[in-house]
């Protein structure tokens, strides 16, 4: 277990203390730093620490959940400040404003913007560095600074070609004035960007050494489990602690408002006392919650949707003559099952408390718990570590609030692990969702009208209200009000249908429901204008180069036209968080098994900083797509969820999972974000593609649902 306790003060601290010995940090002149602002985030000295060895550490600012960022982010630096990037070390910074996510203004890792916001800054930041360096360099010399240049960690006098390691220049470069304007190298002279590079996480997390939130320990801790009331809303009547206390190594039992915690000298332990307990819950009277009421709910709220986009005059045009086509589509509530467990450490004294653990969201724990906790935020030390998957579900605060509670009940430090099951149940799902179209065509085949209803659940009227405008949660609609095709007449409709079954950011969140149902019915148009669906769709996307180029390079890859005799072939296209995507899906079916040959997929990101990286997002997104398409349901009954564990709501197996390959397009548009644009476009190519293998329309998903299994 690995014991995670510096913030970032300390590490300044401790940089101060060291230097001159064994670490070094950039640091302003007094004066200078003095002058500058408390949170200064182009301060370097927050950024990267060079070693006398020549070391260079450098600090990532988001969380690593799986999508590389650790090796991502030090490539942008190290490629400006010329380093050798066998001497470059990653690190995961600390919880602090200067390492704010600048498109969302706090320290947070959602959406695809770890690559986007830090882009140009952490380039910035690295050509800084370089240049105090080279500075520190000329004077050393007492040549021109124009004679100077860094290559490969290393500053060469060109005349006489002299060098220096960075490791001896630091001291000197720490003590130069901050250059206020840089140039970034032109992307013609970039020697890491766009190269394949080993990432840097992976030797930590094979080799045991990666900290991970459920390694953290901290001295005289207990650690306890949960058993939160089944029925969301539902709140803790009362609990006799006594039997699980009688289980030797059981410390404590501790209520909470909706929970009761049992705390131990080990997980197992505690687990064995959880399940002595039987807790009385109170929760609402009258009929419970299930699926097929709220789906009816959903479906029935589409009659009244409001209006979230209108293009031309799609009613009346609707409303008149030419070939119709409609359809209704649904899927269901999906849980996030990540691989580590949920879980979060926490150590409350009267005074302070310190905050450990996987989260995406380690800018926002103090607020979040200071009502709790009864302290102000700047008394809240929050450590975020390795997260083993992500996907929204560590944009919540449940555990580390009770964890906190824990704490600060048992006067002791608590870490907190939730079994699979309470995962699976108390989770914040990815919302059910139900769509109605309608589409007109003219006597070209062309599309006159088309209409879209969306029904499900907000994610931002819980979490950020003040983003709901008029009714329409931007979440619920995108994928939709965003589609790149001309459409002259063309509107979505959106109704706001809130349960108590909390609806959470799931990977890829209101674009993975909202692709399914669009380039379905893209694909229903397409064949009842008698057309080849990837000309259908050129002919919509002529003034979107990029997407057409997308869509022809995905058809070359794909053979698509020309698969062998038996298989089939289904597209679908995306354009979500700055990138445009699509997948073709090949297969074959019989019996209602289903043998997935291949599935080509391809992005274009604009700008790719790591090919190897892109391309194992995009693959982990197809896979996390197709588990969720062929298998993901969350069912409800009485108001519980009736699922808890893997045997009934699997995962893909290795033996299930299909060749996969991935097309790059470098576009030299701005960077566009990956670490979920491969997942909406999976779920409709691959109905798609049993629609063309068997003449079945499937409007809802999962296929397990309609007997489909894969071979």
């Excluded at 229903?524 to 669906?533: F, R, S, V």
């Excluded at 769709?537 to 869509?551: F, G, I, M, V, Y």
Aim: hydrophobic residues 45%.
């Amino acid at each position: 277990m690995q014991e995670i306790t510096m913030d970032r003060r300390s590490f300044l601290r401790a940089g101060s203390v060291l230097a001159g010995s064994l670490v070094l940090g950039f640091k302003l002149p007094t004066a200078l730093a003095q002058a500058a602002p408390a949170q200064d985030p182009d301060n370097v000295n927050a950024w990267l620490r060079i070693a006398p060895d020549g070391t260079v550490t450098i600090m990532v600012p988001s969380a690593e959940i799986g999508q590389g960022v650790y090796t991502s982010a030090p490539m942008l630096v190290a490629e400006e400040l010329e380093c050798d990037w066998k001497q470059v070390r990653a690190e995961l910074a600390p919880t602090d404003p200067v390492y704010a996510n600048r498109m969302f203004k706090v320290q947070a890792t959602a959406s695809s913007t770890s690559a986007r916001w830090s882009f140009e800054p952490l380039r910035r930041i690295g050509a800084v560095a370089r240049i105090m360096l080279i500075d520190a360099a000329a004077r050393t010399w007492n040549v021109p600074l124009a004679e100077c240049h860094a290559q490969l960690g290393k500053v060469v006098h060109s005349p006489t070609g002299r060098a220096l390691g960075y490791g001896e220049l630091a001291p000197k470069a720490a003590q130069l004035p901050r250059p206020t304007e840089v140039k970034l190298k032109d992307p013609a002279q970039w020697t890491l960007i766009g190269k394949p590079v080993a990432r840097l996480d992976i030797p930590l997390k094979t080799n045991g050494s990666a900290g991970f939130g459920v390694d953290v320990r901290v001295p005289g801790m207990l650690i306890g489990t949960v058993a939160s009331c089944p029925v969301r809303g539902g709140k803790l009547k009362r609990v006799n602690g006594k039997p699980a206390l009688a289980v030797r190594g059981v410390k404590r039992v501790v209520p909470l408002e909706s929970a009761v915690v049992v705390l131990a000298d080990s997980y197992w332990t505690a687990k064995q006392g959880l399940t002595r307990l039987k807790p009385e819950w109170q929760t609402q009277t009258g009929s419970m919650l299930d699926s097929k009421t709220l789906m009816a709910g959903f479906k029935n709220a589409l009659a009244d949707a409001a209006v979230a986009k209108r293009v031309g005059a799609p009613e009346t045009i609707l409303s008149g003559s030419g070939t119709r086509v409609e359809a209704d589509y649904e899927v269901p509530y999906l849980a996030h099952a990540t691989m580590e467990p949920i879980n979060a450490t926490a150590d409350v004294r009267s005074d302070r408390a310190e905050i450990w653990g996987p989260t995406q969201v380690c800018g926002e724990i103090a607020h979040k718990l200071a009502p709790y906790l009864g302290l102000p935020e700047e008394r809240i030390v929050v450590h975020s570590t390795f997260a083993g998957g992500g996907f929204g579900r560590r944009e919540e605060f449940d555990v580390f609030i009770q964890a906190a509670l824990a704490s600060k009940a048992a006067q002791r430090p608590v870490k907190l692990i939730w079994s699979r099951e309470e995962d699976i149940q108390q989770d914040f799902y990815r919302p059910a969702a139900a769509a109605r179209f309608a589409a007109v065509l003219d006597e070209r085949g062309h599309i006159a009208a088309l209409e879209t209803r969306l029904a499900c659940s907000s994610i931002y009227i819980r979490n950020f209200p003040a983003r709901v405008k008029d009714g329409i949660d931007p979440k619920s609609v995108e994928g939709t009000v965003d589609v790149p095709y001309a459409l002259p007449n063309f509107a979505v409709r959106y109704a706001m249908v809130n349960t108590s079954v909390p609806a959470g950011f799931w990977r890829g969140v209101g674009y993975t429901q909202n692709c399914f149902f669009f380039e379905s019915f893209v694909d229903e148009i397409a064949h009842k204008a008698g057309q080849d669906p990837v000309a259908f769709r050129q002919s919509l996307l002529k003034d979107k180069p990029r997407h057409a180029e997308l869509l022809s390079r995905l058809a070359r890859r794909s053979r698509w036209g020309n698969v062998p005799a038996g298989h089939h072939v289904g597209v679908a296209l995306s354009e979500a968080w700055g990138s445009i995507s699509g997948a073709v899906v090949e297969l074959s079916v019989k019996d209602k098994r289903i043998t997935i040959h291949r599935i080509v997929c391809a992005v274009d990101c604009g700008t790719v900083i790591n090919p190897a990286t892109v391309e194992r997002q995009m693959e982990g997104a197809t896979i996390w797509a197709l588990t969720a398409s062929m298998f993901g349901e969350i069912t409800i009954d009485q108001g519980r969820i009736l699922q808890s564990n893997f045997h009934d709501y699997p995962m893909l197996h290795l033996a299930q999972t299909p060749p996969i390959e991935c097309e790059l397009i470098e576009s030299g548009a701005k960077i566009g974000g990956v670490g979920e644009s491969g997942v909406p476009p999976l779920a409709p190519a691959l109905c798609n593609a049993l629609f063309a293998a068997t003449g079945e329309r499937l409007r809802s998903l999962p296929l397990a649902r309609h007997g489909y299994v894969l071979a």
